[in-house]
């Protein structure tokens, strides 16, 4: 026991002769300040009770033995409570600890992927990521080209956390790598499901869509590597369908080849990709249809783009009592001219 720790015990003992003696309410204030010493120097609850007996022992020497065969009964007590203690300290620390790294990682995470919303010749575009707690396992970028051209990537990672958040920051980079002749989606998901196949851990997937719009053909090109299928909305006929899409998800196989396909798109026409936190929202325990997804996206279509977005998922937000069950990425794409 170090000096103030001494210091603190012989105060508690003066404390309490003089509590007795007057049941001045000022030496319970003097001990509230003496126990904040004893967790300032780490002394355990039964120590404490150890404390209290030794005192009363010369205070009152002709003690009765009833008494204190009552305070040994709390001393072993106490010893099973300062056990327990000390694990549930060392396990809230640990907690801390990791809640700690987790919220450096998403920080770094929100630095590492940002991508800002581009302004693109003839479209409007609305895009909204939200992770359901702090790493966001959904990751989407956009990437202008020389020639007015974009490029969109929207991808899942199936696997959370941190391991989730640097995968993303790998396919981030080597996305932004690649040279501009390369930037056709079927190449851009051949050469990073080469780069996943060799760096990531087998028991992680990642899903992703990439899509390239070139306005001076009005056209979106589109690869899928087993993500979730988007939709087109077609402004003549007020309809939706489902893209088509194939392809396996990055990192199964080293080499694989994505089918790719072209979407014309005229004044009003919409391209919506998105990630299952989107299509799997769930009321209670019922998930939603796509339908009904669908219903939600019409009801606020008529709004600009990123209005669109943001209503809809504060729909779904509402939907799930504002406790979103997984990451939640909506991106729309609409030509308005």
Do not use: W
């Not at 959370?160 to 995968?167: F, I, Q």
């Not at 050469?191 to 028991?203: A, H, K, T």
């Amino acid at each position: 026991m170090n000096e103030s720790a001494i210091e603190a015990v012989e105060a508690y003992k003066n404390l309490l002769q003089n509590y007795i003696r007057t049941k001045d309410e000022k030496y319970l204030y003097r001990a509230e300040q003496v126990s904040k010493k004893f967790i300032k120097n780490q002394i355990l609850p039964e120590e404490i009770v150890n404390f209290h007996n030794q005192a009363l022992d010369e205070i009152f020497p002709e003690i009765p033995e009833e008494f204190k065969d009552s305070m040994s009964f709390l001393l072993e007590t106490m010893i099973g409570y300062g056990l327990a203690h000390q694990e549930f300290q060392a396990l809230r620390d640990e907690q801390l600890t990791l809640k700690s790294e987790i919220s450096v990682a998403a920080s770094m995470q929100e630095t590492l992927l940002a991508t800002v919303k581009p302004e693109a010749e003839g479209l409007d575009i609305g895009v909204i990521s939200v992770p359901a707690h702090q790493m966001n396992g959904d990751y989407h970028h956009f990437i202008k080209g020389k020639d007015g051209s974009l490029g969109i990537a929207v991808a899942d990672v199936v696997g959370k956390g941190v391991p989730a958040a640097l995968s993303m920051s790998m396919i981030k980079y080597a996305v932004d790598s690649f040279p501009e002749t390369m930037m056709k989606p079927k190449d851009i998901l051949a050469n990073l499901n080469r780069v996943v196949e060799r760096n990531v851990d087998p028991s992680m997937f990642i899903t992703m869509c990439y899509a390239l719009y070139e306005p001076k053909r009005s056209s979106f090109c589109y690869s899928s590597a087993g993500h979730e299928p988007g939709l087109y909305y077609n402004a003549k006929t007020d309809s939706f369908r489902e893209l088509e899409t194939k392809g396996i998800v990055l990192g199964v196989a080293p080499e694989v080849s994505y089918e790719q396909y072209e979407l014309q798109l005229d004044k009003g026409d919409m391209l919506i990709l998105l990630t299952d936190g989107v299509t799997e929202c769930r009321q209670g325990e019922h998930f939603l249809e796509i339908d009904e997804v669908l219903d939600v996206i019409r009801k606020y279509k008529h709004l600009p783009a990123q209005e669109t977005v943001n209503q809809v998922f504060k729909h779904f937000e509402r939907l799930q009592s504002f406790q979103l069950r997984d990451d939640f990425t909506l991106i729309i794409l609409r030509k308005d001219v």
